[in-house]
């Protein structure tokens, strides 16, 4: 299964927006990009994912590069609440978990 | 809809103790997972199963066993616990492979003296 590559950790400011950067250069044609999100002591959390085109939902924003080979996930206004590790999941046949970018976020 | 429950919580074992991690889906999918996350560590499969009485081996299967008899549970069983397997695990199930979100159960955090 191919692997992704993040940033390790980011800061952010409360309110302002966050983009967090994934290279995924081995993607294949139909892989899906997932994006999970890890509060302290609680199981992972389904933010967004998609294929092809940008998807919105109410979490989340997902830019996809044109090529596929990297994608970012947009928080539009940070709050305390999202300081999370943020997994970016190159989805072919299983998830492969990478280390995460862990995000602070301060008010 | 609960959603995903795994017991129990938390639990102690000694080495070469057994035990049966319970996981529960009422969602009907038919995909159903298994992962462990190490402290500071993104979470490994462990073992997957994609329908009632089919199961698979994932990244790192050694140690444990899985059966899946129904399509709501997928029991995790450890046999001769190692301190190795000291650990979170996570169960996870989805509806479609790849094309649809991973629902994650809180965990079981286990220790092995």
């Known amino acids: 299964d191919a692997k992704t590559t993040q940033p390790n950790s980011m800061e952010s400011n409360e309110e302002e927006p966050v983009h967090l950067p994934c290279n995924h250069s081995t993607i294949s044609g139909t892989d899906y990009i997932h994006w999970y999100r890890q509060l302290p002591s609680q199981g992972p959390e389904y933010v967004i994912h998609?294929?092809?085109s940008n998807v919105n939902n109410r979490m989340a924003s997902l830019a996809i590069a044109e090529d596929r080979k990297s994608s970012t996930l947009i928080l539009h206004r940070a709050t305390l609440r999202d300081a999370a590790v943020y997994y970016c999941i190159n989805y072919g046949q299983n998830f492969v978990f990478g280390p995460g970018t862990r995000l602070s976020v301060l008010p | 809809n609960a959603g995903v429950t795994q017991t129990p919580k938390f639990r102690i074992l000694k080495i070469g103790q057994s035990m049966t991690l319970q996981c529960t889906q009422d969602m009907n999918h038919n995909y159903m997972y298994w992962y462990r996350q190490d402290p500071g560590m993104g979470l490994k499969l462990i073992y997957y199963s994609v329908g009632a009485g089919i199961t698979d081996k994932g990244e790192v299967p050694n140690g444990y066993n899985v059966s899946r008899s129904t399509t709501e549970d997928f029991p995790l069983r450890l046999e001769l616990a190692a301190p190795s397997q000291t650990s979170v695990y996570f169960c996870?199930?989805?509806?479609?492979?790849?094309?649809?979100?991973?629902?994650f159960g809180p965990g079981t955090r286990l220790t092995v003296l």
């Open positions: 998609g294929l092809t």
């Open positions: 996870a199930s989805t509806e479609q492979r790849v094309r649809d979100e991973q629902f």
